[in-house]
């Protein structure tokens, strides 16, 4: 029972902050702003990097929304909490740090070791049940 009130616990925090992210979305001006002729170079290459700013942010946001949904679905599925490399059981303590993590602390040690050591990305998984 107490893990299940986790879970809602956890659901109802994800959906919270999916709707703050999303809402947050809208704060990003994409647009540059209107250029006069006259403006100089400096003022069109601060534009250009407030732009590209928004962008990554933007897209760093998007990438949360879409670890949010991902949870979500899990625990509707009942594999929230199940590490998606080993199949064993993500730490509560671990989930309440990190609760979109899709691996437990032991496999998520090992993709850091294993990236570094290879120079990889976060694809190179070595934990393996």
Do not use: W
């Amino acid at each position: 029972m107490k893990k299940l009130t986790n879970e809602i616990h956890t659901r109802n925090e994800l959906v919270e902050i999916f709707f703050g992210l999303t809402r947050k979305a809208g704060d990003y001006p994409l647009q540059g702003h209107v250029v006069d002729r006259m403006a100089d170079t400096f003022d069109l290459a601060s534009a250009d990097q407030d732009r590209e700013m928004n962008i990554k942010l933007l897209e760093r946001e998007q990438e949360r929304c879409q670890e949010i949904l991902d949870v979500l679905h899990r625990i509707n599925v009942g594999t929230y909490a199940i590490c998606e490399e080993c199949g064993g059981e993500i730490g509560l303590e671990r989930l309440k740090a990190h609760p979109t993590t899709m691996l437990c602390i032991e496999c998520k040690k090992a993709e850091e070791d294993a990236r570094r050591y290879h120079g990889g990305s976060e694809d190179d998984r070595t934990c393996r049940p």
